[in-house]
């Protein structure tokens, strides 16, 4: 039985949004998207899933409620896209208040249960379509909708103006050249090696990593530069609202800047969702096979920049550190061993989590779940006592989180589950440690 | 009664099912097309690569954690597909129909196959009734599924060892296979064509696309 608490959630961007909504438009909206956006995918996965049940211990969300059949990946599905094909539509108020519940809080479309399906079907894609279903009947948390609206008219995830953002930059270049002397971040350089793109939130509230990065691109001799316009952010909540115009829109200009500033690749910060949004699923909707020029994500620049001295450790951490493996670079990009080698030559004493590299359970805080904000926090917390468990077993004081949402969310479940580590990115370690030559 | 059950229903149930399959191959090439990504992201290394670490018993952590039921479920699906091809009493009948001759199983094994068979049909329906996560997604059709699967089997054993008098026990035997190839391809069984699809699908996405492995 899905838990009642979570069913008596109230949240106004779902169920003032439904309370506007009538049959019709609810029938016509399932069934377009049924018969329009969907096809083959669709299709075979509604006929191949034999109901065998295996995807369930899967899930983080399954185990940590302590085997609820409702929080199966199977029994996802069942609740949202089965019903809506089966019906064909005709579904209720009370059905898309629970299904909005199951979509956007209970799934992060983390892609853990694929790996555990006999037949590899795609749960999270299904998952995805009711998202997307709901985003077109105007049903979506009420929080993360708002990070969408700001995609959609700001161009990035926080309402950042144009004006805070060059604000911010000097801040944080000021603020590195207190470090390292000479410390610039290049604006608009055009022909440059790198552009360098971050998630919404960094100027926000967390502008130190900035000043991280200008310092360690300095130490490493790189030849980077920031865009000074919209398209400086990686990051699309949008995506997972189920706004793929919106998605498609952040994607394109973000890669836009990089052409126009003919950069040769772009460096990303620790994000996860970033990196499927602007190498997946921007590229898809946008009808790209990929994208025109790579994109590395941060683990992967630092692995470079260790592995060919470019940096240098000076120092190591010596408390027990372990490391979370982000769905999205894990699963979605094999980056396991090269965090590894970036985590053991910054650390004395790491404790690998277990399961790991691909079978890491999800943080559920990435997905979008940790940005449907405030209303829904119990319910994700109640949902990552198998994580809390995980951490708890490696006895480490730090986890090392490369992924923005991972750290927020990892963060609220050692306050929850009271388990006095702390959370930190690659960079803060990296500031710590490597050698910062002085002139 | 026997003779219409012996000739033209065969046939009936061979167009039926390969024509079925058919049928749902090619809406399916067609549908695929539409989905953009299908056809641009299958890889035939990383699919192979995920469809082999699917079909070795024990090739990935799902079957690793559960080594019984992954023993039943493996053996249950080779019996289910190898008993029908190779017993002796269905190669009889290609050779008097068609001249067709090919190698068959020794009766005691092909009896144990068949009781494996039985066995995992109950053992699944056993398992749908008091797993909760299998009995939620549960509807009716899934309990049916798996009786049609066991009939001809439990029809068929009971004909060979003659405990219930063998012409009404053969022919009610080959009516309940005929309707088992007959809705294959329109049911859930038809999992036995996708799957290989599927895992290659999945495989492709995360070996090809992703730089990971699925299993």
Redesign the interface.
């Known amino acids: 039985m899905a838990d009642l608490q979570d069913i008596a959630i109230i949240d106004p961007g779902v169920d003032d949004s439904i309370a506007k909504l009538t049959p019709e438009r609810i029938e016509k909206t399932i069934n377009r998207v049924l018969t329009q956006e ?4 669709l ?3 509604l ?8 995807c ?3 899930c983080q969300s ?1 185990v940590s409620r302590n ?1 609820d ?2 929080y ?1 990946p ?2 996802k599905v ?1 609740d949202t896209i089965w019903e809506m094909v089966r019906r064909k539509g005709k579904v209720d108020a009370e059905f898309l208040h629970n299904a909005a519940r199951i979509a956007f809080i209970d799934c992060g479309a983390c892609r853990r249960c ?3 399906c ?5 749960i999270s894609y299904l998952i995805m379509t009711v998202r997307r279903i709901l985003n077109l009947l105007g049903v979506v948390p009420q929080y993360l909708q708002d990070t969408t609206n700001s995609h959609a008219s700001t161009m990035n995830q926080m309402w950042v103006q144009q004006d805070d953002w060059i604000d911010t930059l000097m801040w944080q270049e000021e603020d590195a050249q207190a470090e390292l002397a000479g410390t610039r971040i290049p604006l608009d350089k055009e022909g440059a090696e790198i552009m360098y793109s971050i998630i919404g939130p960094e100027p926000k509230i967390l502008a130190q990593l900035i000043a991280n990065m200008a310092i360690i691109f300095k130490v490493a001799g790189a030849d980077w530069t920031m865009p000074s316009t919209d398209g400086w952010d990686n990051s699309n909540m949008a995506m997972y609202s189920g706004d793929f115009e919106t998605m498609g829109r952040v994607e394109r200009l973000h890669w836009e800047r990089a052409m126009q500033l003919k950069v040769k690749r772009i460096v990303m910060g620790e994000c996860g969702h970033a990196y499927r949004g602007a190498v ?1 699923d921007g590229p ?1 909707w946008l ?1 790209w ?1 990929k994208p025109p020029i790579p994109m590395v994500h941060a683990v992967e620049y630092y692995y470079d920049l260790l592995k060919s001295g470019r940096i240098k450790v000076a120092r190591k951490i010596e408390e027990p550190v372990t490391v979370q493996d982000p769905c999205n670079i ?5 980056l396991h061993d090269k965090l590894r080698y970036v985590v053991n030559a910054l650390c004395e004493d790491f404790r690998d989590m277990d ?1 790991r ?3 890491n359970y999800c943080c559920q805080a990435g997905g979008g779940l940790i940005n449907c904000g405030p209303p829904w926090k119990l319910s994700r917390m109640k949902s990552n006592k198998v994580k809390a468990e995980q951490i708890a077993e490696t006895g480490a004081h730090t986890v090392i989180t490369p992924c923005h949402n991972c750290h927020s969310g990892i963060e609220d479940i050692i306050g929850h589950y009271k388990l006095g580590c702390h959370v930190s990115f690659i960079s803060e370690m990296l500031i710590k440690c490597i050698e910062i030559p002085q002139a | 009664m026997y003779e219409f059950v012996r000739g033209p229903l065969v046939w009936i149930a061979f167009i039926g099912f390969f024509g079925g399959l058919a049928y749902q191959l090619i809406t ?1 090439a067609r ?2 097309k ?5 056809y ?1 992201t299958f890889d035939a290394k990383f699919g192979l690569r ?1 469809l082999f670490h ?1 079909v070795i018993p024990f090739g ?3 079957m690793q ?1 559960h080594p019984v039921y992954t023993l039943l479920s493996y053996a249950f699906h080779f019996c289910v597909i190898v008993t029908p091809l190779f017993l002796m009493g269905h190669a009889v009948l290609w050779q008097e129909s068609w001249g067709i001759r090919w190698w068959s199983l020794p009766e005691g094994l092909a009896d144990v196959m068949t009781l494996v068979v039985i066995f995992g049909c109950v053992f699944f329906i056993i398992r ?1 009734l008091v ?9 009716p059709s ?1 309990f049916l599924l798996a009786l049609l699967v066991m009939a001809p089997f439990v029809t068929g054993f009971v004909a060979h060892q003659q405990w219930l008098p063998y012409k009404p026990m053969i022919i009610i035997h080959g009516l309940s296979g005929v309707l088992g190839l007959l809705v294959i391809p329109w049911t ?1 069984l ?2 036995m064509l ?2 290989v ?3 290659a ?3 492709s ?2 070996g090809a ?7």
């Open positions: 969907c096809a083959a995918r299709e075979v996965y006929q191949t899933c034999v109901h065998c049940g295996l369930a211990e899967s399954y085997g059949p409702d199966a199977v029994a069942k694929s790996m555990y006999p037949f590899g079907i795609d997946y898809r009808g096979t894990v699963r979605g990009r094999g399961p590299y691909e079978h | 399916m549908l695929a539409k989905d953009k990504v299908v641009a995920s699917w990935g952590r799902k954690l749908r797993r909760p996560e299998v009995r939620n997604v549960s509807y899934d859930r038809v999992h996708w799957f699809f599927t895992r699908y999945m495989g996405e995360f696309v992703r730089h990971s492995r699925d299993w």
